[in-house]
């Protein structure tokens, strides 16, 4: 990763800046209304798999001042992550580690809640082959398996556990957590337009929890008009 490669960005929220590289995955949106969901405290002990360069840590420490931990498998988005952090001056613990085995770092029943947003979450480019397209779909599922188990073994009884999904894919988010032992208890669906079919699912799921989803209001992020609508505006503190 070279120099020139690395910029400095202002999140334009509480004074944070992010480094962020043009060879890693920028953060999306998707990041933004995961944290504006999370609904944090400020005495929670907080965990974000994947972190990438900490974007979802900076605006979910901005809103709720919780205490976080950040794990991250990529070492060239781990320097950026720690230079991020040193800058924001945020006494921010960074792990370059495989989440799949974050517990034996970080220890079992340590956490009040896990968040992860990584970008093999988001729902690619559809192949035009059927045994291709099986694949992906494969892999992502795989990816949330996974972070599910590692969020369980973090999480302490009680705790609980925030991520994105396509929305067309939530019977299938809601499998995977329960299969590790994590109750879906609310989520939120997210639309471009009022009228637009949802594109994204904004999930919580409770480590012990009894069954019983709450459905949110429907997030729509355009008014018909197409300008932002004023729940937008808010989350990005626009208003």
């Given amino acids: 990763m070279s120099l020139d490669e690395v910029r400095l960005d202002d999140l334009q929220y509480k004074g944070l800046y992010i480094?962020?590289?043009?060879?890693?995955?920028?953060?999306?949106?998707?990041?933004?209304?995961?944290?504006?969901f999370a609904k944090l405290k400020q005495t929670d002990?907080?965990?974000?798999?994947?972190?990438?360069?900490?974007?979802?840590?900076?605006?979910?420490y901005g809103r709720y001042k919780a205490s976080f931990t950040c794990v991250e498998i990529n070492p060239e988005a781990v320097r950026l992550l720690r230079r991020t952090m040193e800058y924001n001056k945020?006494?921010?613990?960074?792990?370059?580690?495989?989440?799949?085995?974050?517990?034996?770092?970080?220890?079992?029943?340590?956490?009040?809640?896990?968040?992860?947003?990584?970008?093999?979450?988001?729902?690619g480019t559809k192949s035009p082959d059927a045994d291709r397209e099986q694949s992906r779909r494969n892999s992502k599922q795989n990816a949330l398996n996974e972070v599910c188990?590692?969020?369980?073994?973090?999480?302490?009884?009680?705790?609980?556990?925030?991520?994105?999904y396509p929305a067309d894919a939530l019977p299938e988010a809601f499998m995977h957590m329960q299969n590790n032992g994590l109750m879906p208890k609310r989520f939120r669906l997210v639309a471009n337009t009022i009228n637009a079919p949802p594109y994204l699912a904004?999930?919580?799921?409770?480590?012990?929890a009894k069954p019983g989803a709450k459905a949110e209001p429907l997030l729509f992020l355009r008014d018909d008009d197409f300008t932002y609508s004023e729940e937008y505006l808010k989350i990005y503190h626009m208003e």
């Fill in 19 to 36: 480094y962020q590289s043009s060879s890693l995955p920028a953060f999306t949106q998707d990041t933004v209304l995961l944290a504006d």
């Fill in 45 to 60: 002990n907080a965990v974000d798999l994947g972190a990438g360069t900490g974007a979802l840590t900076l605006l979910a």
């Fill in 90 to 123: 945020l006494n921010v613990p960074v792990y370059e580690l495989d989440y799949t085995k974050s517990h034996k770092a970080l220890g079992e029943g340590v956490f009040t809640a896990v968040l992860s947003n990584p970008p093999y979450f988001q729902g």
């Fill in 149 to 164: 188990c590692a969020a369980f073994r973090l999480l302490r009884h009680g705790g609980k556990f925030f991520c994105s």
């Fill in 202 to 208: 904004l999930i919580m799921g409770q480590k012990g």
